[in-house]
């Protein structure tokens, strides 16, 4: 009988894993940025930072093709004016707006007919960015100012912590542990995170009820985070796995950042069953498209804490010097 079991086991797992991407499919369906609805203001502006990085990319080249974005520039235009058409903008909305004329603006674009054109087009819109956008000069000096005296005494000293000291960490610090985490990569800068953050006993309560890991210390937990990303930002073909990729860089950064700030954190897995993600979203109020990447456990920490050594593999069974395959590339 227990043979048998163990044969039988692996076989449910995979009925398990199809039933889950199955899911993650019928969510990608419906809530991602296929359809390309530019009157939605969300899929918009993620459409207008992957065109608007683009252009960005092209006037940061040190040999910039001439003539090059010219096309990116008339699909800004089109998307700023369906913007403008519906009155409700958002940040990439004004960011787009204000590259574009930047791009327009550049010695050798400027006496263009191309830019004629888009600059008396731009001229009726009424909106831009305050913030700057295109390109600027970083100097190697600038640079040194990331490196650290002793990155070991950083890198090393981060712990998951789960038990905290009987106090909030304040919504000042954690928003800006949020703003310097938003300093992550993310694919076209799409910057497609959401946080969610509460210290309300209930609220925290009823998001945890479903998370297995925080047995034993999940009632003691000052300060809670979901992190979500938003599906609208991606599109299907290659983008399906995206929004995992760009939450997970996110939930580092954000980790490292409240280390930064001297706040102890643990993740809270949400690697979970269809059942278990549709239980949360009926019991706290996560958006329909933002898909929950892990939640945080967050607190000031203890003069002393007891923490799991969580020893670290031998550096040669997890790098390997890239070699070309013999025969294989010509
Ligand atoms: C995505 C993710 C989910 C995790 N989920 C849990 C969890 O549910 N409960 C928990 O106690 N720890 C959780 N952890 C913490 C890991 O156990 C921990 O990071 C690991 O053991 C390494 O230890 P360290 O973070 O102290 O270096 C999670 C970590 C990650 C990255």
Redesign the pocket.
């Known amino acids: 009988m227990n043979f048998i079991w163990f044969q039988v086991r692996p076989f449910g797992r995979l009925l398990k894993a199809l039933h889950g991407f199955a899911y993650n499919f019928k969510r990608f369906y419906s809530y991602a940025g296929w359809r390309s609805n530019m009157k939605d203001i969300e899929q918009r502006n993620y459409n207008a930072a992957k065109i608007y990085h683009s252009l960005e990319k092209s006037m940061s080249f040190k040999n910039r093709r001439k003539g090059a974005g010219w096309s990116d520039a008339y699909a800004l235009l089109e998307l700023l004016k369906v913007a403008a058409s519906l009155g409700e903008l958002g940040y990439h909305d004004k960011a787009a707006c204000k590259l574009l004329w930047n791009f327009i603006g550049l010695e050798e674009n400027s006496q263009t007919d191309q830019a004629t054109y888009i600059k008396s087009e731009l001229s009726k819109l009424d909106f831009s960015s305050l913030d700057e956008h295109g390109t600027r000069v970083y100097t190697a000096v600038d640079f040194q100012r990331g490196v650290l005296e002793s990155p070991e005494a950083f890198f090393l000293s ?3 912590l ?1 038990e905290f000291k009987d106090e909030l960490v304040s919504e000042e610090i954690i928003k800006r542990a949020v703003s310097l985490a938003m300093k992550s990569p993310s694919v076209c800068n799409r910057q497609a995170w959401h946080v969610y953050h509460t210290t309300e006993r209930l609220v925290k309560d009823a998001a945890l009820r479903y ?1 297995a ?2 047995r034993g210390f999940g009632d003691r937990i000052p300060n809670l985070m979901i992190i979500t990303t938003d599906l609208k930002a991606f599109m299907p073909g290659q983008e399906h796995y995206q929004h995992w990729i760009d939450g997970g860089l996110f939930s580092m950064s954000l980790i490292y950042a409240l280390h930064s700030l001297g706040v102890a954190s ?4 949400w690697s979970q069953s269809p059942a278990n993600d549709k239980l949360l979203r009926a019991l706290v109020d996560i958006k329909d498209n933002h898909t929950v990447v ?1 939640m945080l456990a967050i607190g000031w920490p203890e003069e002393r804490n007891n ?2 050594i ?1 020893a670290r593999r031998p550096l040669d069974e997890v790098y390997t010097r890239l070699k070309v395959r013999s025969g294989g590339y010509k």
């Open positions: 981060r712990y998951s789960r998370q890991g925080n643990c993740c809270l897995n892990m923490v799991c969580s």
